[in-house]
């Protein structure tokens, strides 16, 4: 058993997708040791709407040794590379199209056929149709990998559009609160810097949110039977907005998964 220290910005659990390390709010941050058994790793997808606190989780993982596969980042990686793929991928994206299943499932391909470990991995946001869950399957059986576990933070719409539209920040410090729960302790004055002027994100609005949030159903529906029927298809109750309370149900079901 090895031992980790954790660290959380308070203020940010559950409400922003940010590197919890990175938090601004220095004097808020909380250290947390977690015990875990680092030689067993499981290979997983996440999966969870926008706001579900997702990212959060896979943060926490992430600092135990979990290899992160994000086809955002994976895009990014492979443009910024310059290669061959990346400069035709750069030209579609310039052109506000969709990059095509099989140029993802080619990345994909790509980083699963050079992992170091045969374990250890987490799929964020892929798959993210029916087509390329069926296309994964025989890419794992071409590499010899196998995912244990796919493991979905379901937190109800209503809160996340809580999470997501109740954001607002310090204008001075970068901390964060929420209108609907999380305000500062003397309202209107920022417990780290004792700011006073907030900020909020107008991109985010209701409409928006819920926009996203049907988008993400419908498509994870067909994912969601489609591992439910192999048996590996687990869910999280991510309602709380705590990120340890999230953490623990992922142990419950990691102690559960056979490799
Ligand atoms: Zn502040």
């Known amino acids: ?121 987490i799929l964020d946001g892929f798959p993210r149709t029916i087509q390329q869950a069926k296309k994964l399957d025989s890419l794992l059986k071409k590499n010899k990998l196998k995912i244990h576990g796919v493991i979905e933070i379901k937190t109800p719409d209503e809160l996340i559009i809580k999470r997501i539209t109740g954001r607002y920040v310090c204008v001075n410090c970068g901390a964060t609160y929420n209108k609907f729960g999380n305000k500062p302790e003397v309202d209107g004055v920022c417990d780290v810097c004792q700011g006073t002027e907030f900020k909020t994100r107008s991109d985010d609005t209701e409409e928006i949110v819920k926009k996203r949030l049907n988008t993400y159903h419908s498509e994870a529906a067909p994912i969601i039977k489609f591992y439910k029927k192999q048996n590996i298809f687990y869910t999280v109750d991510g309602s709380s907005g705590e990120a340890l309370i999230t953490d623990q149900q992922v142990r419950n079901i990691l102690k559960e998964l056979i490799i």
Do not use: H, W
């Open 1 to 121: 058993m090895k031992k980790t220290n954790i660290y959380y910005g308070i203020r940010n659990i559950g409400l922003l997708n940010m590197d919890n390390d990175e938090c601004p709010c220095k004097k808020g941050l909380k250290k947390i040791d977690i015990k875990y058994d680092s030689d067993k790793k499981f290979n997983l997808i996440f999966m969870g709407a926008p706001g579900s606190g997702k990212g959060t989780e896979i943060q926490i993982l992430q600092k135990e040794g979990y290899t992160k596969i994000s086809t955002g980042d994976l895009l990014r990686e492979e443009v910024n590379s310059g290669s061959e793929l990346g400069k035709k991928l750069k030209k579609i994206m310039d052109s506000g199209n969709l990059v095509s299943d099989d140029l993802v499932i080619k990345l994909i391909d790509n980083i699963l056929s050079k992992l170091e470990s045969k374990n250890g991995f």
